[in-house]
């Protein structure tokens, strides 16, 4: 994971660029669906694959799981590249993640992620370290 980002802006078009590193780290027919805390998640065909497959076994019968797996299902969608690099984000998926202009791609824990860039510095805005090393806590030996 680099935790590096990077600022974008969509086009006239509603297109935009998916850094180079990135591409290259995703490959071909990557996905774009919708992430949690207002972000928009970026899958590699063998992390959608895995998505799915997780997807289908769920309660078929418990509704709250069903709901989010045909949300997610629905607003997935498999991102194609221009001859200049840039992706089409549809309007559900920007309705979604409330992007309107400005675009920061991040290489998140999981997968690239790409926010609207005030969700993003709203998400931070209240950042208390210490909670935030409580929650980390189950990753170490000591917790």
Not at 17 to 23: D, F, G, S, T
Not at 56 to 74: D, G, H, V, W
Not at 79 to 87: C, S, V, Y
């Amino acid at each position: 994971m680099s935790g590096k980002n990077y600022s974008h802006q969509l086009d006239a078009k509603n297109r935009m660029r998916i850094p180079a590193k990135l591409r290259e780290e995703l490959g071909s027919g990557y996905t774009v669906t919708v992430g949690s805390g207002g972000c928009l998640y970026v899958y590699t065909a063998e992390q959608m694959k895995e998505v799915k497959a997780t997807l289908t076994k769920i309660n078929a019968y418990r509704e709250s799981q069903l709901k989010a797996a045909r949300f997610i299902l629905y607003n997935s969608w498999e991102a194609e590249e221009d001859k200049q690099g840039r992706i089409l984000l549809p309007e559900n998926l920007r309705k979604y993640a409330k992007i309107v202009k400005n675009v920061v791609v991040f290489k998140g824990p999981n997968c690239v992620e790409i926010w609207s860039e005030e969700v993003w510095n709203d998400y931070f805005k209240d950042v208390n370290f210490g909670e935030l090393a409580d929650a980390l806590d189950c990753l170490s030996n000591n917790g």
